[in-house]
């Protein structure tokens, strides 16, 4: 106290910080790290989900560049056969986290990873962050899409002969993601 006294420091911040003091502090600390970690997490799980959308975005521009290739070589007649390929051969460059072609789920882990399903045709977006995803059925965190051929447009039968069938890259799946 003397030294202190000599010093010029008053005597009222010469005291440390009680035991109370101490416990309310930390658990306003906790409880901002509590909320910044929540947000945290939804922010990773809402980018990743907007990741998985921007590459069907890219499936789906690059399904149109195959049709207008075909239209534009005269050959309208194959565009139903790309209901048959792997949609991440029309991207330009194969996305970091796509495992490849496969008969069946790969035996890997496939969370955050994208596969081809040669037997289904589909291609298929296993969720890692699955907080606000309502799976499609108990337990499949996955997205599937598939290349279809659409139905025939109205005003063309069935019987007559077809000059061109039209694709679509759809979702086959019906789980809800936020």
Not at 66 to 92: F, Y
């Amino acid at each position: 106290k003397n030294e202190a006294m000599r010093a010029g420091i008053p005597s009222c911040l010469q005291r440390g910080i009680t035991r109370f003091e101490f416990a309310a502090a930390a658990s306003v600390i906790a409880v901002l790290a509590g909320v910044l970690l929540e947000r945290l997490l939804y922010v990773e799980e809402y980018a990743e989900m907007t990741a998985m959308e921007l590459t069907v975005a890219n499936m789906r521009t690059g399904l149109r560049n195959q049709m207008g290739d075909l239209l534009i070589r005269d050959k309208v007649s194959e565009i139903g056969t790309l209901a048959d390929e792997n949609p991440i051969a029309w991207l330009e460059s194969t996305p970091n986290n796509y495992l490849g072609e496969f008969d069946a789920t790969p035996d890997q882990d496939t969370r955050g990873m994208w596969f081809y399903d040669r037997q289904r045709h589909e291609i298929v977006y296993t969720a890692n962050n699955r907080r606000h995803l309502s799976p499609y059925t108990d337990g499949d965190y996955s997205i599937r899409l598939r290349v279809v051929r659409l139905p025939v447009p109205e005003g063309e039968t069935q019987d007559a002969p077809r000059t061109h069938q039209w694709v679509a890259l759809v979702r086959t799946t019906n789980g809800k993601w936020f």
